[in-house]
Nanobody
Framework: VQLQASGGGLVQAGGSLRLSCTAS????????MAWFRQAPGKEREFVAA????????YYADSVKGRFTISRDSAKTTVYLQMNSLKPEDTAVYYC???????????????WGQGTQVTVSS
């Protein structure tokens, strides 16, 4: 399984960005997908997750109402639409995948490379 993340960049506070994660090398119809982030000097933290089969979503409280995770099954791509960005959202964002929903928020099996998101004040 390979996960390719893209879409990071520099944006002003209050702005928006959309991250993409394209999955390959497996059959993802029953997988769970997620985004995590890691800010400098901090531990990696869960951001959002989605069930590929059902579309069920789950968010960290810190991003609820501002971020939206979605999927495009035809493209095997998961998106993270980030609105109303804050400087504290600055981090390297990683996409992740796991065959089991119960593992996706804590210990996903597969990880993509990170993409930097920087929010200036």
């Amino acid at each position: 399984v390979q996960l390719q993340a893209s879409g990071g960049g520099l944006v002003q506070a209050g702005g928006s960005l959309r991250l993409s994660c394209t999955a390959s090398g497996g059959s993802f119809s029953s997988y769970a997908m997620a985004w995590f982030r890691q800010a400098p000097g901090k531990e990696r933290e869960f951001v959002a997750a989605i069930s590929w089969r059902t579309g069920t979503t789950y968010y960290a409280d810190s991003v609820k109402g501002r971020f939206t995770i979605s999927r495009d099954s035809a493209k095997t791509t998961v998106y993270l639409q980030m609105n109303s960005l804050k400087p504290e959202d600055t981090a390297v964002y990683y996409c992740a995948a796991d065959p089991r929903w119960v593992s996706i928020t804590t210990a996903p099996r597969y990880w993509g490379q990170g993409t930097q998101v920087t929010v200036s004040s």
